[in-house]
């Protein structure tokens, strides 16, 4: 039974999520919650130069949350800095607009997240990984 | 519940609420989140717009007649609180925003008060963030001690800890009524009768039993119990703190301003008498006026009915629940309250809730307000339906129906 939302790449990525572990030395381990849903994530990042170099993410959350983390980690690992932030920047600007993106722009497998834009109770769950991964940036540059 | 004449009851009630004729995604509206808030029938809001439309003026201040009605109404509606609850008089009855605030009310205003290092707050995993935090300040700033009373696995009260757990020092104990997660009933009465044995003061938040169980403050014997009106038919806005005169008398105001004065220099002031000492600024008026109406209304449909239709429904709930595969349930077997919380293997119960509300099918969703016991029960989050007198039998088949395609979706969609 196919569903417009819980679709064959969104639930591929919930039941297998990319890029999930540890990493084995970190230049940033971070934790992102959200309290109300029950979500928690951890996501180790390397940086190397400028260069998103790793990145991996254990928790446990909803199918959306999961599946976001999943596409982010296996979207953004090995980006420069600048293309990663762009990405985060892309992907909010791709909710805000209802789930669209400009014509030249290829969303991948986040392109099967566009149904979540509809619904504003679940925005918070299919932008944890997103929000967690910025504040580690940021704790990176600032460091 | 496969009883004609209730069916016919509960169909006849439901036109009384205009609400659950509203379509979701093309589909019949099954509400089933009662316990968050329940649907108002058209005598309440008829109620909150005739005083709109003809008797609103402030209360307790104009002279004018329409004050004076106006003044008539409130108190009207506070009689009505206190005949609801069998309270002892209209003096205990403190009108409030609703349960949180009438629970830190007493966290404030009496345990502050009367609490000093080394006294013991008692309290349960089970209690809503509303029955756990304002005691957690209050424990804080007085040096007192919060206390958990021990749980069975199956979610009840462990009773036989209870010669253990009440001894001096124990001032406070504050516990819900009944559980808006594992939908335990607490033996209250009995509590009360043991807490009161060494003195402590009770506390029962009854936001999720007012609007479903025959509820007599006096015959339990509590000293406080704290309820809301938007569980129980009635508006947002709008609560009550039931206490016992001697103690509201002793208290200090929780929050002060107009309306809970006697006499104020610049420098100084004395409060007016109970309740109105509690009552700092101007009420909300038309919503106590609608909440006497929403008594009226399920006193005319019946307490004792209600907690039998309820029963049935979340007998039958639990029953097709807990046969099912994959599913979940949490709480005691028997004596549950008119909700029940699940999981379903496999669907995170967000994403069964999303999935559901596309059958129009609403459920909660999430910690419910009660991280602890969600760490207790050992899981993340869990979703809730919950029942109320306009429920149907037919709409946990709905519920069972959106349970199994969600199943569907998360297991065998590839």
Redesign the interface.
């Known amino acids: 039974m196919p569903d417009e939302l819980y679709g064959e790449i969104l639930l591929d990525h919930y039941r297998f999520p990319r890029r999930f572990g540890t990493l084995p030395e970190p230049t940033v381990r971070i934790e992102g919650k959200n309290p109300l849903c029950g979500d928690e994530f951890s996501i180790d990042l390397e940086f190397e130069g400028g260069m998103l170099k790793g990145i991996r993410f254990t928790g446990r959350g909803c199918a959306i949350s999961m599946a976001s983390a999943s596409m982010m980690s296996e979207l953004v690992e090995g980006k420069s800095l600048a293309e990663v932030q762009e990405w985060i920047e892309r992907f909010k600007n791709f909710l805000r607009d209802g789930g669209t993106s400009p014509d030249d722009v290829d969303m991948g497998d986040l392109q099967s997240l566009a149904g979540v834009a509809q619904l504003p109770a679940r925005i918070k769950c299919v932008l944890i990984a997103w929000t967690t991964l910025e504040e580690g940036i940021h704790m990176h540059s600032k460091s | 519940m496969n009883n004609h004449s209730t069916v016919s009851k509960t169909k006849r009630i439901r036109e009384d609420f205009p609400i659950l004729k509203t379509l979701i995604h093309g589909r019949p509206l099954v509400y089933l989140d009662n316990a968050a808030t329940s649907q108002r029938p058209s005598q309440v809001l008829e109620a909150y717009c005739s005083f709109s439309r003809s008797h609103n003026a402030n209360v307790h201040r104009g002279i004018y007649s329409l004050a004076e009605q106006a003044t008539d109404d409130y108190e009207q509606a506070r009689s009505k609180v206190r005949d609801f609850i069998g309270a002892p008089s209209s003096e205990g009855i403190v009108f409030t925003r609703g349960t949180t605030e009438a629970v830190n009310l007493v966290a404030y205003s009496y345990a502050r008060k009367f609490l000093k290092r080394g006294d013991i707050i008692v309290l349960s995993v089970t209690e809503h963030h509303a029955n756990l935090v304002p005691w957690q300040l209050a424990a804080k700033s007085t040096g007192a001690e919060l206390r958990f009373w021990p749980m069975k696995p199956d979610g009840t009260l462990d009773m036989s800890a209870a010669t253990d757990l009440l001894r001096p020092p124990v001032k406070i104990v504050a516990l819900t009524h009944v559980s808006n997660v594992l939908g335990t009933i607490n033996p209250v009465k009995e509590i009360t009768t043991l807490a009161h044995k060494i003195g402590a003061k009770v506390l029962l938040d009854g936001a999720q039993a007012v609007p479903h169980l025959p509820v007599n403050v006096a015959e339990i014997g509590c000293d406080f119990y704290a309820f809301s009106g938007h569980k129980m038919c009635g508006p947002t806005g709008i609560g009550v703190l039931w206490g016992r005169e001697e103690w509201l008398e002793e208290m200090d105001p929780f929050l002060t301003g107009g309306e809970m004065i006697r006499e104020v220099s610049l420098d100084s002031a004395t409060w007016n008498d109970i309740p109105y000492k509690f009552e700092a600024g101007t009420p909300p008026i038309a919503e106590a006026v609608a909440l006497g109406a929403a008594m009226d209304y399920l006193n005319a449909i019946g307490m004792d009915w209600i907690r039998e239709h309820d029963q049935e429904l979340v007998e039958q709930a639990m029953m097709l629940l807990s046969s099912e595969e994959g599913v979940q349930i949490y709480g005691p077997k028997e004596n549950h309250a008119a909700l029940v919380s699940f999981n379903v293997e496999g669907?995170?119960?967000?994403?069964l809730a999303?999935?559901l509300d596309?059958d129009g099918v609403a459920v909660r969703?999430?910690?419910q307000c009660a991280?602890p016991l969600?760490h207790w029960l050992g899981?993340?989050?869990t979703a809730r339906a919950s029942f109320y007198l306009y429920n149907l039998p037919e709409e946990i088949d709905r519920l069972l129906e959106g349970i199994r395609?969600a199943k569907?979706?998360?297991c065998?969609?590839?």
């Open positions: 669907v995170p119960p967000h994403d999303t999935l596309r969703a999430g910690q991280q969600m899981v993340p989050a395609k569907e979706i998360f065998y969609a590839r």
